[in-house]
């Protein structure tokens, strides 16, 4: 019997089409090779953006309590709410940049990771750092499409509620809101490969998003699956790990004042919250490039593109890099 070559892997993949196992076996696999880099990185942002975002919530908290005669606390004023708002916004914008600045540092991790280089944090923001415009530009597009479409079904809604009762916008409701979820899952997933694309393809916006979409079209449901999946397994991570934190700050919290109490379990459920995406955000991007990989490699042959960079070795990076932006003939 003829003896069969053994498919290279000079990194944290083999070279050839992954099965889910391979995906998560790199995604892991990565983070191993390279865990000063990964888990530094990972720490340093989102210990930033949860120590920026709690700053802001927590001054904003200070203001609710009472702040004239007879009213309590229960009764939040209308510049109250305001102040609540424009803080929580502001802390959902800081931790949203924090993620894709993460993201992108990530990126380019996995892509030397899948050669068997090494990366330091400064190589890293080296590559990425004239990426990040198009990733936020991507990320404020893609928000923004969500809010219109959004919108337009909530107006589509009222409209009907003001023109037929609650029956009609009843009537009108059932059939379109599931339809919206389903058209914003279709849409978080063919272009959940642009900001790979962005990085590693050092692609523009729109083309970054039409490459997106050609990547995960002939496999949609496999890459729907797959996030999906992954989406499960690091939810129930994180929760596990923010759960005691939980507890204890609600332990704490007990018998304390509304104001007090609710900083307090604030404060561990944030704690909570940071050694869980510590944990579970490097393990997510590294499943994302990973499967556009393996979308690249199933849809244009690009293990053959790889297996030239797995010649030439661990040690070259700046080369390897480069071979992220072979594209398909035609």
Known sequence: MAHRPATAKPGIIPLRPLSLTDIYNGAVGYIRANPKT???LTAVVVV?????S???LFGLLSTLGPSGPGRSSSEPSGGDVAAWLTGSAGAAIVTALGTIVLTGLLTVVVGRAVFGSPISIGEAWAIVRDRFASLIGLAALI???????????AAIIAFAGAAGGTGAAVLIAVPLMPALVAALIYGYT???FAPTVIV????PVFEAMRRSFYLVRNSFWRVLGIMALTALIVSLISSAVAFPFNIFGMVIAHGTDT???????????????????????????GVSVLLYTDRR?????????LRTGAVGGPYVPGWTDNLWLTRPPG
Do not use: N, W
């Open 297 to 305: 490699i199933r849809g244009e042959a690009f293990d053959l593109v």
């Open 259 to 285: 104001l007090t109490g609710g900083a307090q379990l604030s404060l561990f459920s944030r704690i909570g919250t940071t050694i869980g995406e510590i944990i579970v955000l490097p393990f997510t991007a």
């Open 190 to 192: 063919v272009l959940a």
């Open 38 to 40: 990964v888990l530094g």
């Open 200 to 203: 590693l393809e050092r692609q």
């Open 143 to 153: 928000g923004l499409a969500a809010i219109v479409l959004c919108g337009f079904a």
């Open 54 to 56: 709690g700053i802001a």
């Open 48 to 52: 930033a953006t949860q120590i920026i």
